[in-house]
């Protein structure tokens, strides 16, 4: 079995026992389903609906990725900050 090189020369970084996996997700926060953001705010996923539309929540924060709904966790999170 080879060993795993102690550092990546390419981008100069440790791996200090992490995943390139776990890098990225501890770097980019997730993308939430319609479910998971509406469980996030504790309202109902037509509320979610409601808000986009009336925009209490940026229009950004929605995704479509080949017809599935998802939402920018990261956003969300700055919209509760802003506020």
Known sequence: ???RPESNSQ?????HGESPLQRLQ?????LLTKKEAAE???VTE???DRWLRDG???ADAKV????TVRFRSEVLLNSIAEK
Do not use: D, K, W
Request: charged share 10%; hydrophobic share 40%.
């Open 1 to 3: 079995m080879q060993r």
């Open 11 to 15: 981008y100069g970084e440790q791996y």
């Open 26 to 30: 501890a770097t980019f926060l997730p």
């Open 40 to 42: 996030f705010y504790s």
């Open 46 to 48: 037509r509320t979610l």
């Open 56 to 58: 209490v929540l940026p």
């Open 64 to 67: 479509v990725i080949g017809g």
